[in-house]
């Protein structure tokens, strides 16, 4: 099994910066795409910033400038620095990632999700 543990989400006021972080644990053969979605009340889940294993990155428009996703492959792990945070980024943030147990299964898998809360 794999799991992802987040951490670093928490209250900031607007223009205030803050650092996710998610680590990937178990039985990993390779861990393909990482990324990062949210969700905020009453809307769909969206992605935020994905980054492949070669270091290829994707970012939302809306967060195009302000965000930054990173990854340790080493460590298996995705890492998203959030600056210049605007009220409308509240929401809980999940780590996702793309995760082969073996040579020939490879799974979706998704972290517990932290909330992040950007007072005006």
């Known amino acids: 099994q794999v799991q992802l543990v987040e951490s670093g989400g928490g209250l900031v006021q607007a223009g205030g910066s803050l650092r996710l972080s998610c680590a990937a644990s178990?039985?990993?053969?390779?861990?393909?795409?990482m990324g990062w979605y949210r969700q905020a009340p009453g809307k769909q889940r969206e992605l935020v910033a994905a980054?492949?294993?070669?270091?290829?990155?994707t970012y939302a428009d809306s967060v195009k400038g302000r965000f930054t996703i990173s990854r340790d492959n080493a460590k298996n792990t995705v890492y998203l620095q959030m600056n210049s945070l605007k009220p409308e980024d509240t929401a809980v943030y999940y780590c996702?990632?793309?995760?082969?147990?073996?040579?020939?299964?490879?799974?979706?898998?998704w972290g517990q999700g932290t909330q992040v809360t950007v007072s005006s």
């Open positions: 178990g039985s990993i053969f390779s861990v393909n795409t």
């Open positions: 980054v492949s294993s070669g270091g290829t990155t």
């Open positions: 996702h990632a793309i995760v082969a147990t073996s040579i020939i299964i490879r799974n979706n898998y």
